[in-house]
């Protein structure tokens, strides 16, 4: 986060500024306004005028002077300061013309430019007053040199009421009115899932790889800038442009509030789940939040730029910190400490209860590739069975209830499922980064692990691209054509892994798991009578699909567009799809999985047939196109480019399956979240 630049002045004439002021702190006088008193987490939105105390004695009220700020005996005179959340009992203070007070480096508090670490302070009740502390320098605000700046461990501030505060920018949901109680008269969840998010991701990958985030202490300016590294030609828009196909040459990057170039429905490496969006979609329906951490350390250590480690569980402690902070700043904004919408869930009870308040549960859960350190190099497994029970005690702490046990590479647990064409061969090659072998395919009948062949010609391809890294004397892998599946199959240390899911009650996700890998993992589902296995956005071969949900377990599909579009499966053919399987007839409750921020695309734009707005949401709430600054968004010409948007996708999405289709797809998405909690507490009491 940037700090403030100071004011390039020699202190001699900030000085001669600020002592001016000294002759207006000379017999305060008793402010006439009502004074503050509220819990020091329950100050956002707060306009005051700020009386500054050393011990009993009053020094005057804050007044804005110059570059800084003096004090005046006239409570009538003071500026009125804004108060801004920008975590639980700390805020960004902000002056009536919008600038934050800055602690700078010489003592004086002044008028700065943008959020930083020295505009940051955090907030205790002392007494019946407050002491404010920089964050970041732990210095105390009071009185400095006649001014207001850095004071001693006996000045207070008394916060009285005032008005013509500045408002900082913020984005509007977009939606009003009453939304329909999210539990019903029999106990059960009302409201959709999205099963599969990776609202974290900010924090993921070292941290860089990602432009923007879900949430920043400096609210939206702050957590939606553009970065220089995705800029033109930079290597964040040529890895964008290799992912997502958007366009290298003119990224403008130019984020709030204009946001010319994303987000965007494959702008695949900038944030789409800003929390006010995830706020839209709460209030038009969704109930639960499946929050996935995700962490690749091949994509870390190909970016060039990092802020964190690229070891894939200390990735997913620092979105587990992330998740927890983005809990918290959301409460602060709301009035403290557990009263904000956003609430994590460590347990089905806990799922209920939050519903039961209308707000939404975000469950916590981990796709990545090699978890617990359990990569396989050349087929020897880096962990043991102790690592697995260490490792599952450190994620249930953080909440976590559902884990991959297999992603995108081979690991110790078993084969991964292949990816097809040039995305396909870019993995293989991670794959060999990582295990140090290809895939390993052979042709098969019956369910597969892909439907298209992995030839040479993509390796081609993806050799356009650049230098590969590949190891010295490594020979580029050839497949038969056809329906391939990965030879390898579940472990012995992967058959651990999931006997301890089970008796710990975890969900199993068998999505990224190759048919070898994944029909073991069934058979001892099975075997157990355990209902705790997914598969939630389209990325197992449908007979997997079938067991699960003849085993009782849940099962969503990928966020698709309504019907086919830029080449990828329309959500309602998938749904009709899995709702015609032989134990199709048993899905009560249906979900989506939006993947968003997990590197892949969104919906397009609606185009033909167009969604009308405002619209009425499926829990009854009257939804608006949603602005960021002077952008406004339109599923029908930006499709999802943002999590908000997923509100009028699930509204399309019921209007486009028709009279026939549409009520049974309408009870079903909005029996998603009862759907997935029972499942979680079955498996609890199956394990």
Known sequence: MPLFPLRRRPLAFALAVLLPAVALAVSPTA??????????????????????????????????????????????????????????????LFDASGAPAYQSVAGFILAGDAYGDRADYT????????????TATGQIMGSFLWSLGAGGSSHTIALTSASGCYTPPDVDPGVTGT?????????????????????????????????????????????LAGCSSHASLNVGALFEGIIGGTDVVN?????????????????????????????????????????????????CELFPYRDTSCDEMDQLR?????????????????????????????????VRAIAAQGKLAVLVGVENSEVFGCREIKDVAQCTRADIDAGLDELQAFGVSGLYPVHKFDNAFGG???????????????????????????SCTGPSDNEQPLVSDDFAELLKLGPLGLPAGAILPVYPSGKICNTRGLTALGTYLIQQMISRGM????????????????????????????SVHTWADRALVDRIVARGGFVASYAFAADPAEGEPGFLAEWRANKALPHGASI?????????????????????????????????TTVSKQVYGSRTFDLNTDGVAQYGLYADWTTDLIRHAGSDDGPLLRQQLMSGAEAYTRMWEQAIAAG
């Not at 987490?41 to 306009?47: I, K, V, Y």
């Not at 004695?57 to 570059?67: D, F």
């Not at 991964?416 to 052979?442: E, K, M, Q, Y």
């Open 588 to 620: 009560t409750g249906y979900g989506f999985g939006s993947d968003v921020n997990g590197l892949g695309p969104q919906a397009p734009p609606r185009g033909t047939d167009p969604l009308t707005y405002p619209f009425i949401a499926p829990n009854g």
């Open 507 to 534: 969900i199993i996700h068998i999505d990224h798991m190759g048919v070898k890998t994944a029909q073991a993992v069934l058979d001892l589902v099975d075997a157990a009578r355990y209902p705790g296995v997914t």
């Open 179 to 223: 939304a329909a109680p999210a539990v019903d008269g029999s106990g059960k969840l009302v409201g959709t899932i999205d099963a599969h998010a990776h609202i974290t991701a900010g924090a993921a990958f070292g941290g860089r790889l990602h432009c923007g985030e879900a949430w920043a202490p400096g609210g939206v300016r702050d957590a």
């Open 416 to 442: 991964t499922r292949f990816d097809a064409g040039v995305t396909g061969a870019a993995l293989n090659v991670a794959n060999l980064l990582s295990t140090g072998h290809w895939w390993t395919a052979t």
């Open 123 to 134: 907030v205790t009740v002392s007494g019946d007053k407050y002491r404010f502390t920089n």
């Open 31 to 92: 402010a006439a306004a009502a004074p503050i008193t509220a819990a020091a987490d329950a100050l956002d939105g707060t306009c005051a005028a700020l009386q500054v105390y050393d011990g009993s004695r009053a020094l005057g009220y804050v007044v804005r002077s110059s570059a800084g700020y003096g004090f005046t005996g006239s409570a009538s005179a003071a500026t009125p300061f804004r108060l801004e959340a920008t975590q639980l009992s700390r805020y960004e």
């Open 251 to 299: 990224s403008a990057e130019d984020g709030w509030p204009t946001f010319g170039d994303w987000p965007q429905h494959n702008s695949l490496l900038h944030e789409q789940s800003y929390y006010r969006s995830i706020e839209r979609a709460w209030r038009s329906g969704e109930r639960v939040l499946n929050a996935l951490l995700v962490a690749n350390r091949v994509i």
């Open 318 to 350: 620092v979105q587990a910190t992330y998740l927890s902070s983005m809990q918290d700043y959301i409460d602060a904004q709301h009035g403290g400490k557990g009263k904000g919408w956003f609430r994590i869930a460590k347990t089905p009870a806990q």
